[in-house]
């Protein structure tokens, strides 16, 4: 596990077909999509997974599947996701910035040792929105993130607490909302449908 440049990351990622979507005109919420680039990103998709009432702030998805218990559910099918498509590395990029996920997780996880680890790096990064690089060894971590997240900050949907995951070895961005929502994104139609299915 170690954190990232950002510059240096998206401009490394934007020829794959990563863009940046200021959801704000100051870019304190910023958004992140593909984009068809005619070469590894021929057309995109996009589909979501949640609770209902999470699910109906999720623009421009093609499918959405309701769950029940989605804060449970959600932050276990993001690890089952990366494991199912092989992914070798995830990049772990706030929304918002690392300071608003930290202080919630620094006191949901503040005695969790995989959390420790991760904190003491992160606090040199927290007015960032610098990716958290993570391989499969380490992925039993996002489980443990995203449940704290998810029983922290379920009742705020401002967005300064949702993540997303950037798997850019097989095309597919995860954005996590703690209020309820999971939404994938990916150049290939069927990881879209195998998410619907896994309802």
């Known amino acids: 596990m170690e954190f990232l440049s950002y510059k240096a990351t998206m401009a490394e990622l934007r020829p794959a077909g990563l863009v940046e979507i200021p959801e704000t005109n100051d870019e304190a919420i910023v958004r992140f999509s593909l984009e ?26 093609e499918t959405r599947t309701s769950v029940d218990r989605a804060g449970d559910a959600l932050p276990r099918l993001v690890e089952d996701l990366l494991h199912k498509h092989k992914v070798k590395e995830a990049l772990v990029i706030p929304v918002g910035h690392w300071r608003a996920v930290c202080d919630l997780l620094a006191f949901e996880l503040a005695s969790d040792p995989s959390w420790q680890d991760i904190d003491a790096e992160a606090s040199l990064h927290l007015n960032t929105r610098d990716p958290l690089l993570l391989t499969p060894r380490d992925f039993h971590v996002i489980p443990l993130m995203l449940g704290a997240l998810a029983r922290a900050s379920a009742e705020v949907d401002g967005g300064e607490h949702d993540l997303t995951l950037v798997a850019a070895g097989v095309g597919m961005l995860l954005e996590f909302r703690p209020s309820g929502a999971l939404i994938m994104t990916s150049a290939n139609p069927s990881f879209c449908a195998e998410l619907a299915d896994m309802g």
Do not use: C, Q, T
């Open 36 to 61: 068809p680039n005619g070469k590894s990103v021929k057309s995109v998709h996009r589909g979501a997974i949640g609770a209902g009432d999470a699910l109906a702030h999720a623009r421009d998805v």
